[in-house]
């Protein structure tokens, strides 16, 4: 199969539709979908008008929206993916992988270098925090660090659990879910249309993780976030399976989710906010060790055809 097949809708025009089916599918379609299941574990119209759009004021209110997300995600993602890739495009989900699903040493390689990146990536949420805008748009800073403190709260809501089910639920939600639908929509579908248009990987990469960091409305984790989704592109680059950057997906959420469940029931001394103030020896040594990896990986890699190898 070849990336620059004839039946493959052009790059430009396939962007603009994948990302409005999204924002339908996600913001608009997610959206009546969290009030619908708010509504279905127990609250009322009079529950919202007095809630002042804090949905964790709601009956049963950690559930409600817990699922509520999972579907939302769901549809946002999953769903648009499905729509474009299967109704739009008329292709199969195996279109999307150019090579075979690679061995378990690639995966492990994987792990490794997530969790070597965690230092350094720790230090580049700490650098995005203490961006300070000039003073003729602090309006917008305070509009920005507004929206930040409400999505913590909204984080810690989720995450302060002490139940297994809970945690087995948010698992599912967070990191499943999330990591096979944000990875077929952001490495599968866009960075492959990005790939498409320009002919160049590396700014494929970069442009759909700016993209993918950019959609999750964060501006003060927008940095992390965006160098994570340069990971995932280049597993998938280099492995050609899609699975690869799902698996480092589920694996980057689910370890996060696993920390704060660890934390909250006393395992773990440790949270995570406490580990962004990262040591700089540890920054260097933890960007040199992803460096190395990387480089292993890719060589590791070298003979398997990668999607740049399609367009040939």
Same mark, same amino acid.
């Given at each position: 199969m070849k990336l620059t097949d004839s039946r493959e809708n052009p790059a430009a025009s396939s962007l603009l539709v994948i990302i409005g089916l999204f924002l339908i599918g996600f913001l608009f379609l997610g959206s009546v979908i969290q009030i619908l299941v708010m509504m279905a574990v127990g609250a009322s119209v009079t529950d919202f008008m007095n809630s002042d759009g804090d949905f964790s004021k709601l009956?049963?209110?950690w559930l409600g #929206?817990?699922?509520?997300?999972g579907l939302g995600s769901f549809m946002g993602f999953i769903g648009t993916a499905w729509f474009y890739w299967r109704i739009i495009e008329k292709k199969s989900w195996k279109d999307l992988d150019f090579e075979k699903v690679p061995t378990l040493a690639v995966f492990g390689m994987?792990?490794?270098i997530e969790i070597a990146f965690m230092g350094f990536n720790g230090w580049l949420q700490e650098l995005n925090q203490s961006v300070s805008f000039p003073e003729f748009l602090k309006n917008v800073e305070v509009l920005l660090k507004g929206m930040e403190d409400k999505l913590a709260e909204t984080t810690k809501f989720f995450t302060d659990f002490t139940s297994f089910w809970q945690f087995l639920l948010a698992f599912f939600v967070i990191a499943v879910i999330a990591g096979i639908g944000e990875e077929? $929509?952001?490495?599968?579908?866009i960075m492959r249309k990005i790939l498409l248009g320009t002919g160049n990987p590396h700014v494929a990469i970069w442009v759909s993780a700016f993209i993918f960091a950019a959609i999750h409305f964060q501006f003060y984790g927008i940095l992390p976030r965006m160098m994570l989704g340069?990971?995932?592109g280049y597993f998938y680059l280099w492995t050609g399976n899609i699975r690869v950057p799902i698996f480092a997906h589920i694996f980057n959420n689910?370890?996060? $989710?696993? $920390? #704060?469940?660890?934390h909250n029931i006393g395992i773990v001394k440790t949270d995570l906010e406490s580990m962004d103030d990262v040591p700089l020896s540890i920054v260097g040594f933890s960007l040199i060790a992803t $460096?190395?990896? #990387?480089?292993?990986?890719?060589?590791?890699t070298k003979n398997q055809p990668s999607i740049v190898d399609c367009q040939q």
């Open positions: 009956p049963n209110a #929206m817990i699922f509520g997300q994987v792990v490794l077929l $929509i952001f490495r599968g579908l340069v990971l995932f689910g370890f996060a $989710i696993t $920390i #704060m469940y660890l $460096i190395g990896l #990387m480089f292993l990986l890719k060589n590791y």
